[in-house]
C-alpha cells in the first residue's frame, strides 16, 4: 500500500496537545478510570520520574502518569492492550486523518479480503453483516504504514467491537440479547443497534483527542511482566485478581476476540474449537493460578525491589492483603496500605470487596 494514500494534518503539537488530551471513554473489566487520580494523589509525593506500568491493561494508569510528566513505559502480555499503549502512551503526536479512515472503513479492489470472522463466528458475537465488515475493516488496518496510526485505528476497532457485546465481554454466546424482545436491566439497545462503522469513527476521534507530547521518552512493550528490562524509580502493578474462591479474572478469556484481532493471521490456529464461543485455547499463566500466584508476587518484587512498587490490590483476594503485605516487606523497609472503598465490576456478585493501593518504599 502507497502512503499516499494516507495525508492530511497528521500531527498534534504538544502545546496544542498538551491542554487538550483527555483519556478515552472505556468499558473494559477492571479498568481503574475512576480510581487514577486517587493513585495518583497517594503517590505525587514519592520522588519518581521513569516508571512502569507492568501490566498495563486499559492504559489508564500509564496514561494519568504521561499527563504528569513521567517518562512512562506500558506493558502488558495481551497484544491487543499493547497497541491500546502504542496509540495512547507511546504515540506523542500521530492522529488519524480524514482521508485515513475513509480508506480505513473502505474497500478496495486491489485487496484480498479474508473472511475469517464471517466464517466463524456466525451468530456468536455479532450479526453476518457486522463481522464481514470487521473481516475488511482489520484487513485495511494491517495495511496501515505508520505503527502510530495502525495503533490508534486498530484501538478504535477494539473499542467499538467492545460497545457492541452485552457485558461488553465476549465471555458467552449471546448475541441474540441484542435482539430479544425482552425487558432489560443491563446493556443499551440504541447502543448496539448503531453501526459498527459510526462507534469506529466515534473511538478513533476519542483516541486522535488523547494523543499529546508530554516532552519524556514514553513506550510501550508488549512482554510478560517478568520479561521487562531496564531500571525504574517506581513500578506500578495491577495483576490480574483471584477471588477467595480461587476464581481468576482471566482478560484473554473475556477479551479473545480483540486479541484474535491483533493476530489476524494465526487466529484460527489459536482458536479452541471444543469451546461453543470459539475462544482462545488457554494460555497457563500464574497470575490466573491460586497455587502459584504467591511465588509470582514474590517473584516480580524481587526484580523489582530497588523500585518504589505501587500494587493495586483487592480486599478479598488470593493471596489475602495482609499475605501479599508480608511478601512485600521482604524487599521494601516501609509498606503503607490504604483502603480506597467498595466497587462492583461487572459480573461480580461480591459487594464486599474493596480497592486497596499498597505501597513499598
Known amino acids: 500500500m502507497r502512503s499516499e494514500r494516507f495525508g492530511g494534518q497528521e500531527e498534534r503539537s504538544q502545546s496544542d496537545s498538551s491542554v487538550s488530551a483527555a483519556f478515552p471513554s472505556t468499558r473494559y473489566q477492571g479498568s481503574k478510570a475512576k480510581l487514577a487520580h486517587r493513585i495518583w494523589a497517594r503517590i505525587s509525593g514519592l520522588k519518581f520520574h521513569t516508571c512502569l506500568d507492568a501490566f498495563g491493561g486499559t492504559g489508564v494508569v500509564a496514561y494519568h502518569l504521561k499527563q504528569k510528566g513521567k517518562a512512562v513505559t506500558y506493558n502488558d502480555v495481551l497484544t491487543f492492550n499493547y497497541l491500546a499503549g502504542s ?205 502459584r500466584i504467591h511465588a509470582a508476587f514474590d517473584e516480580l518484587f524481587r526484580k523489582f525491589r530497588d523500585s518504589i512498587l505501587v500494587v493495586s490490590y483487592r480486599s478479598d483476594g488470593i493471596p489475602s492483603p495482609t499475605e501479599l503485605a508480608a511478601i512485600l516487606a521482604r524487599y521494601k523497609r516501609n509498606v503503607d496500605v490504604e483502603r480506597f472503598g467498595r466497587y462492583r465490576y461487572v459480573l461480580s456478585t461480591n459487594g464486599d470487596s474493596q480497592e486497596m493501593l499498597l505501597i513499598g518504599t
Open 87 to 291: 496509540a495512547l502512551i507511546e504515540n506523542a503526536g500521530r492522529v488519524l486523518t480524514a482521508r485515513d479512515l475513509e480508506w480505513i472503513v473502505g474497500r478496495h479492489r486491489e485487496i484480498t479480503y479474508s473472511s475469517f470472522c464471517a466464517d466463524t463466528f456466525h451468530d456468536i458475537y455479532f450479526t453476518d453483516e457486522e463481522n464481514a465488515w470487521i473481516d475488511r475493516v482489520i484487513t485495511n488496518i494491517r495495511l496501515v504504514p505508520d505503527p502510530f496510526k495502525r495503533a490508534l485505528a486498530f484501538f478504535a476497532l477494539c473499542q467499538a467491537c467492545i460497545i457492541k457485546r452485552p457485558y461488553n465481554l465476549f465471555h458467552r454466546k449471546n448475541l441474540y440479547l441484542r435482539f430479544a424482545e425482552v425487558k432489560r436491566s443491563f446493556g443499551n439497545k440504541v447502543t448496539w443497534d448503531k453501526p459498527f462503522e459510526h462507534w469506529f469513527r466515534t473511538f478513533a476521534a476519542e483516541a486522535n483527542q488523547a494523543v499529546f507530547d508530554n516532552g519524556s521518552q514514553n513506550r510501550a512493550l508488549n512482554l510478560d511482566a517478568m520479561a521487562v528490562p531496564g531500571r525504574y524509580d517506581l513500578v506500578y502493578v495491577d495483576t490480574p485478581y483471584i477471588s477467595r474462591r480461587g476464581v481468576a479474572v482471566d482478560y484473554l478469556d473475556f477479551y479473545h476476540f480483540l486479541e484474535g484481532l491483533a493476530h489476524y493471521d494465526q487466529w484460527p490456529d489459536s482458536v479452541d474449537r471444543k469451546c461453543k464461543h470459539l475462544r482462545f485455547k488457554k494460555r497457563p499463566s500464574p497470575w490466573t493460578d491460586r497455587h
